[in-house]
């Protein structure tokens, strides 16, 4: 492509190279586009279509992803979702070495899901909604909560505000007041400690040399997730079509 095209000379360009080579078109939802700053109107399917009649828009499988079983695990999200889930394996043996009792592992090692598998910002309060219905309640509070603890030390156990934060968000960060007033209830909550100690666990500067499978937890995961037998994303649950979300991630409708 020159560059002496406009920009939506050069998205038609794109659009057609994408229909000649393809016989899908991929349509983005709107919450891709603006998280590249991009506010120009999705392509247009339709002018695609014209250009080449075999050309589809994706309503089922990506052809550009793993296939995914029809009933699908946690563990499946893990193996065929989810990007490098280090971080998580090695919060969860570190809760384990810890003495936490088994939901609470399994809440370490689901604590940042949403940050692998879906979206970053607000990524505790996202989490604890995509496990709700299969975890004890304590597990999505505790979840929910180390989005916001993680930002208030708590010197009882020895949590200080994480130095990395001091580096990548500024000095001069504060949270968000939503944030700070979800503190406030949360401090007092009976399960307060159970979301500190997903804070406790997180560990920030892992070590890239350890090497955590996540089949060290699958008995943790059968005892304290109770997996849908028609597979997440199927099972008719309020959360049934987060998990879809991300099994088609660019599904047209
Ligand atoms: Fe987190
Ligand atoms: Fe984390």
Same mark, same amino acid.
């Given at each position: 492509m020159n560059d002496t095209m406009t920009l939506s000379q050069r998205a038609d360009a794109l659009e057609q190279k994408m229909s000649d080579e393809l016989d899908y078109i991929v349509i983005?939802?709107?919450?891709?586009?603006? #998280?590249? +700053?991009? &506010?120009?109107?999705? %392509?247009? #399917?339709? +002018?695609? &279509?014209?250009?080449? %009649?075999? #050309?589809?828009?994706? &309503?089922?499988?990506? %052809?550009?992803l793993p296939e995914m079983p029809a009933k699908p695990t946690l563990a499946d999200f893990f193996h065929y979702r989810f990007g490098p889930a280090a971080h998580l394996l090695q919060s969860a043996r570190h809760a384990v070495k810890g003495g936490l009792s088994e939901k609470m592992v399994l809440a370490c090692l689901l604590h940042d899901i949403s940050t692998i598998g879906f979206i970053r910002g607000d990524h505790g309060y996202w989490g604890a909604q995509l496990v709700e219905p299969y975890v004890d309640e304590e597990v999505t509070w505790a979840i929910r909560a180390h989005q916001v603890l993680r930002f208030y030390p708590d010197e009882s156990v020895g949590y200080e505000y994480p130095a990395s934060y001091v580096k990548t968000f500024g000095a001069d960060y504060r949270p968000d007041a939503y944030?700070?007033?979800?503190?406030?209830?949360?401090?007092?909550?009976?399960?307060?400690?159970?979301?500190?100690?997903?804070?406790?666990?997180?560990?920030?500067?892992?070590?890239?040399?350890?090497?955590?499978?996540?089949?060290?937890?699958?008995?943790?995961?059968?005892?304290n997730f109770r997996q849908p037998k028609e597979g997440l994303g199927f099972d008719n649950s309020p959360v049934a079509h987060m998990w879809r979300a991300m099994i088609r991630p660019a599904k047209y409708l």
């Open positions: 983005k939802s709107r919450l891709y586009s603006t #998280a590249d +700053a991009d &506010m120009s109107p999705a %392509p247009n #399917a339709g +002018a695609i &279509m014209a250009a080449n %009649p075999r #050309a589809r828009v994706l &309503m089922g499988d990506d %052809p550009r944030i700070e007033e979800d503190y406030k209830r949360m401090r007092d909550h009976k399960w307060y400690m159970s979301g500190r100690m997903i804070t406790v666990h997180d560990i920030y500067s892992f070590d890239p040399t350890v090497e955590v499978e996540l089949e060290e937890f699958t008995d943790i995961i059968g005892r």
